[in-house]
């Protein structure tokens, strides 16, 4: 059986240090790699990326006058010069005046709490030793826990996106759709206390939602088993045939069945199709 060897270096020693070794000539036209100082390669292959770059830049422009994509462009490697590939969202500042006070009641709420402990450790309960150690434990622990929940809130982000660069993105004329599919869960348990017409309209304003049809799907968790539920739910899966399309077509808001027709609106004036 062959088993591989290893080979140990040698331990070094002061009659090793002392030995020196002759340099090694190099032909600056060969591979480096050849005496193990790596590769010079990389400059040419830096030159023809840049090249690469360059024309995909230019491909770029003449596509924005007019030219024609012959699918070649969709590099990784290229530049984000077009829309589609720019950020799909970007940070928004939050002024002072809005954050500041929060951050006051944040500090005022950590002092109370120190003074809180302070006392609660300073005075212990001598005739019920245990039980007062106990309840500092979980006090504390709910104190760090508060704590730890107050670092998102101490710089919070607050974001604004691009739902037309997502959509170039994505959404690429001639080509599927290359979006996310989205299941959306809603759970309900009880009809008289959930009612089941505002079931029907949270499923409904879900499927009639700005997403590819074919990628959004809807689940409804009944705990309660109850048949009303149910035959609710079939009657609305009916009625979302025309729903969807209806709201896709008109570009309908608010999406929900209820909340639409509850407006004091003419919502067939100004429509091409009165149907």
């Not at 600056?28 to 100082?37: E, F, H, N, R």
């Not at 001598?126 to 434990?137: C, E, R």
């Not at 599919?181 to 939602?209: G, H, R």
Request: proline residues 8%.
């Amino acid at each position: 059986m062959n088993r591989a060897k290893r080979v140990h270096p040698m331990p070094f020693s002061d009659t090793a240090s002392s030995v020196s070794l002759p340099p090694r000539a190099m032909d600056p036209k060969k591979d480096l790699a050849v005496y193990g100082y790596g590769t010079v390669a990389w400059k040419d292959r830096m030159e023809e990326w840049r090249k690469r770059q360059n024309d995909k830049l230019q491909m770029v422009k003449h596509q924005g006058d007019g030219g024609h994509n012959d699918g070649d462009v969709d590099d990784p490697d290229m530049p984000k010069m077009d829309e589609g590939r720019q950020p799909l969202s970007r940070k928004l500042p939050i002024s002072s005046s809005k954050i500041s006070p929060y951050r006051m009641v944040i500090l005022i709420r950590m002092v109370i709490l120190g003074l809180f402990f302070h006392y609660r450790i300073l005075h212990p309960v001598n005739d019920a030793y245990a039980l007062w150690l106990i309840s500092v434990i979980c006090e504390i622990w709910f104190a760090v826990s508060w704590i730890f929940d107050q670092f998102p809130k101490w710089f919070p982000i607050e974001r604004e996106t691009y739902l037309d660069r997502l959509s170039l993105r994505y959404e690429k004329e001639g080509k599927p759709s290359e979006l996310a599919p989205v299941d959306v869960f809603v759970s309900t348990v009880d009809p008289m206390k959930e009612p089941p017409l505002i079931t029907a309209n949270t499923v409904l304003s879900i499927l009639a939602v700005d997403y590819p049809v074919d990628k959004v799907a809807c689940y409804v968790s009944d705990d309660g088993a109850a048949m009303l539920t149910f035959e609710a739910l079939s009657e609305t899966s009916e009625f979302a045939r025309k729903w969807v399309p209806f709201c896709k077509k008109f570009n309908i808001e608010p999406r929900a069945p209820e909340w639409y027709f509850a407006e004091k609106v003419d919502y067939l004036k100004d429509k091409v199709h009165p149907s």
